[in-house]
């Protein structure tokens, strides 16, 4: 199977007001129930907000640049027994000569979603977990009418 490439629509609350994190591709979605401290870690993440102190993925996104590594990606590799599984995978020049090393590091989805976030890093599902937990969504578009989009989902800010 392939990796197919989402982007992070956003987070959201269910019925029940519980966290979800959606990830789209075109106009299949793959939503993520996630904590609500990684919720607020992925909100501000997305809207770029700076905490007086380093929260722990800014510390995360911190220490992988001091150490010149780079977030080449997230992975969600797995889903089983409904938990999702993730690789952060990393690259690192190794001895100067421009060859990288890559490290491949197991991860919360959440967890991972959250450094992507801060990282600008690429968010890939594994195919087949996209076929098996992924949802048709309608295509985004603009529909012109605000009081509508108001109402769409409740977003975390």
């Known amino acids: 199977m392939a990796m197919i490439e989402m982007r992070l629509d956003g987070v959201m609350y269910d019925v029940l007001k519980r966290p979800?994190?959606?990830?789209?591709?075109e106009d299949r979605i793959l939503p993520i129930l996630v904590g609500n401290a990684e919720a607020?870690?992925?909100?501000?993440?997305?809207?770029?907000?700076?905490?007086p102190r380093?929260?722990?993925?800014?510390?995360?996104?911190f220490i992988l640049k001091?150490?010149?590594?780079?977030?080449?990606?997230?992975?969600?590799?797995?889903l089983e027994g409904g938990t999702f599984y993730a690789y952060l995978i990393l690259t690192q020049e190794t001895d100067g000569t421009g060859d990288l090393s890559i490290i491949k590091i197991d991860c919360r989805p959440s967890d991972a979603i959250a450094i992507a976030v801060r990282m600008s890093s690429p968010i890939f599902v594994e195919e087949e977990v996209l076929n098996v937990a992924g949802?048709?969504?309608?295509?985004?578009?603009?529909?012109?009418?605000?009081?509508?989009?108001e109402g769409e989902?409740?977003?975390?800010?």
């Open 66 to 78: 001091g150490f010149q590594t780079n977030l080449q990606s997230v992975q969600v590799y797995k």
């Open 153 to 157: 989902g409740d977003f975390l800010e």
């Open 54 to 61: 380093p929260m722990t993925h800014d510390l995360i996104t």
């Open 135 to 149: 949802q048709d969504s309608m295509p985004q578009e603009d529909s012109g009418s605000e009081e509508e989009e």
């Open 20 to 25: 979800i994190v959606i990830l789209r591709h």
């Open 40 to 51: 607020f870690a992925i909100a501000n993440g997305i809207e770029k907000v700076e905490m």
